[in-house]
């Protein structure tokens, strides 16, 4: 089971954004900027390619209100999909807020954020969706 797989079933904590039967979506706790949030399809594979290509479809509409909300929340210029997927043996999509290309060197040096941070984070978004 990895570590996607224990936050979707509840034994390791998170601050949840959206879920459905198919896609989980949670706050990155090491974010690259304010409202990282992370998509995870609930089944397990890999790689974001090795999906089907129904859940490679399903997976932008999920996120595409996640998005919108975290640029309302923050105002960023624009939310970005990255699939690295180095981290984490398990398919998922980041949704990166960013005002601008400089934002990209935020991926390199994450630190963890605070829970309170996270929780002021998480409700910011979720009033917005």
Known sequence: MTLFSKIIAGE???YKIAENEKFYAFLDIFPAMTGHTLVVPKTEVDRIFD?????????????QPIAQAIQKAFDYNRVNILTIGFEVPHAHIHLLPMNGMQDMHTL??????????LKNVQQKILQQL
């Open 51 to 63: 999906l089907s290509e129904d859940y490679l479809k399903e997976i932008l509409v999920f996120a």
């Open 108 to 117: 390199t040096g994450k630190h963890k954020a605070d829970d309170d941070v």
């Open 12 to 14: 390791i904590p998170s």
